[in-house]
């Protein structure tokens, strides 16, 4: 476990969806290392346990659960949180990314990303703020967002726009939570090499793909990279951090 005053969870029960793999399961291993109690989200129960074979502290506990499925969302989390103890944290990492040309880009296409990566977590944070569900003396909320909500992109009008969303949600909750206490923020990233993003990058060219990844002057990045962001975002010792979307793209934006 590392010792950093900086950042430290101890006593701190943590939510990460998308646990199952690429940047949820990085934040997962690190928070693990700053002394979290964990609760792992996502549909792949064995791949979940995979995540938790990997933490420094089993402390932790696996929800193998569809977040498409909302209605029952409410009456899962109470339940698991009676035997966990309060959250403190939410990050939700889950997300899908369907690349498409404006052609083919169908309204269920686009639904789809919109229910996984805005809805499922717009209704996390309204369960787990709860008084009964979150700390009496606040929390901290981190969604994962993309570079895409604020750059353009062939192929991602629909990834875009639930990601903007996604940014653009969070600010407001900042705001309206920070009188509780809570705070929230947006990480996003640039081209991290994870499963989801190997997927996307079969739909590309060598040519678009290399010219892709040259874009970014720092080359691209790892989901290490990203949960390291996460936790200092994340921490109990950054109370005075709301409402800010880090940027981490290896200089992409700044070009």
């Not at 402390?59 to 966990?84: A, G, P, Y």
């Not at 569900?133 to 969604?143: A, C, Q």
Request: hydrophobic share 40%; glycine share 10%.
């Amino acid at each position: 476990m590392t010792k950093d005053p900086f950042i430290d969870f101890q006593g701190k029960t943590v939510w990460v969806t998308g646990a199952s793999s690429g940047i949820g399961r990085a934040v997962s291993v690190e928070l693990s290392r700053r002394g979290a109690r964990l609760v792992l989200v996502g549909r792949d129960e064995k791949r979940l346990r995979e995540t938790a074979d990997l933490l420094e502290d089993t402390n932790c506990d696996i929800l193998s659960w569809d977040l498409k499925n909302l209605s029952e969302m409410e009456t899962t989390i109470k339940t698991l949180v009676r035997k966990t103890g309060r959250i403190y944290g939410l990050c939700h990492s889950a997300g899908i990314v369907e690349t498409r040309p404006l052609s083919s880009n169908s309204m269920e296409i686009v639904q789809s990303m919109l229910d996984i990566n805005l809805m499922a977590g717009l209704e996390l944070a309204r369960i787990v703020c709860r008084r009964d569900v979150m700390e009496e003396t606040g929390g901290s909320l981190l969604f994962i967002s993309s570079i895409y909500a604020l750059v353009g992109m062939p192929g991602q009008i629909g990834y875009s726009a639930s990601k903007g969303a996604v940014t653009a949600a969070a600010r407001a909750m900042a705001v309206e939570l920070a009188r509780r206490k809570i705070r929230v923020n947006t990480l996003s990233p640039g081209l991290v090499k994870t499963d989801m993003i190997a997927g996307a990058f079969s739909a590309l060219s060598k040519t678009q793909s290399t010219a892709l990844e040259e874009a970014y002057p720092l080359g691209t990045g790892t989901p290490e990279d990203v949960a390291r962001a996460a936790a200092f975002l994340l921490a109990p010792q950054n109370q005075w951090i709301t409402g800010l979307d880090m940027i981490i793209d290896g200089g992409y934006v700044a070009r």
